[in-house]
């Protein structure tokens, strides 16, 4: 019997904060939701570790920064486990997006939470619960490229899918996302970047521009006879010249 349920039964959540009066304002806004059922709590990793498994919850809230087994150590542990939980952090902290995107959790809430930002949290939840879980698929081997980037947003941090961005540029000591109209600062070097990203996806043409490769339209010269690649929304780059001859292979050439 698979220890997840699906996705038409209430959500079993599962609280894990060093801190009771955040557990107790998590379990009122929990409360408030008739699809979601509290399964269990505990003050530290090590017995919520020990409970996880004798409760079976969907999603773990499960607050970073604890004494002892740290919220991100517990992650770990429970994807080691035989049925995969969501993870959604609660933290009063923004400096560990990078350590929660390395477990893949689905969300990532700053304290005080609100109850609107929870209910988006949970409802993420629930859709990996129904779509991953219920079925208990077999563990893909982790890819070594990035799949995701946690982006800073008003009230805490988003995920962005890496498949969903068009295009990377360089400003100073920060790389800006561009995905859907929206765009994003992270603190990164573009060549870091570079090697992290999926060369079947994403190419670099220049110093400072990493594109989707797929949205790349058409190569053309420019006016001063250098190379510019066209996008599919009419935008257009210039071609780096270390860039060129990989960028040229894109067409065969």
């Known amino acids: 019997m698979a220890e997840a349920t699906s996705g038409a039964g209430p959500l079993r959540v599962f609280v894990v904060d060093d801190e009771p009066l955040a557990i107790e ?4 806004l929990l409360a408030r939701r008739a ?22 919850p969907d999603v773990l809230l499960l607050d970073i920064a604890m004494p002892g087994m740290d919220g ?9 486990l035989a049925a995969r939980r969501a993870i959604i952090f609660v933290t009063a902290f923004d400096n560990f997006a990078l350590a929660a ?3 893949a959790a689905v969300d990532y809430l700053l304290k005080p939470v609100e109850e609107e930002r929870l209910a988006r949290a949970l ?8 779509t991953h879980m219920s079925a208990a698929p077999p563990a893909a081997a982790p890819s070594r490229f990035v799949q ?15 498949r969903d961005v068009e295009k990377i540029t360089a400003e100073r000591d920060y ?3 561009h995905a859907g109209g929206r765009s994003w600062l992270i603190y990164h070097t573009i060549g870091g970047l570079e090697e992290e990203l999926d060369p079947e996806l994403f190419i670099r043409i220049h110093r400072s521009v990493i594109l989707r490769r797929d949205l790349i339209a058409a190569l053309e010269h420019d006016e001063s006879g250098g190379w510019r690649a066209r996008l599919s929304d009419g ?10 001859a990989k960028v040229k292979a894109i067409a065969g050439r």
């Open 35 to 56: 699809d979601v059922m509290l399964v269990g709590t505990a003050l530290d990793g090590e017995s919520a570790l020990r409970l996880i498994e004798a409760v079976r």
């Open 175 to 177: 790389m800006r996302l």
């Open 123 to 130: 409802d993420r939840a629930r859709a990996t619960v129904g």
């Open 25 to 28: 304002r998590l379990q009122l």
């Open 72 to 80: 991100i150590e517990v992650a770990r542990a429970v994807g080691r």
């Open 235 to 244: 935008s257009a780059h210039r071609v780096g010249r270390s860039h060129v």
């Open 148 to 162: 995701e980037f946690w982006v800073s947003q008003k009230g805490g941090l988003v995920r962005v899918d890496a």
């Open 101 to 103: 995107f390395d477990v």
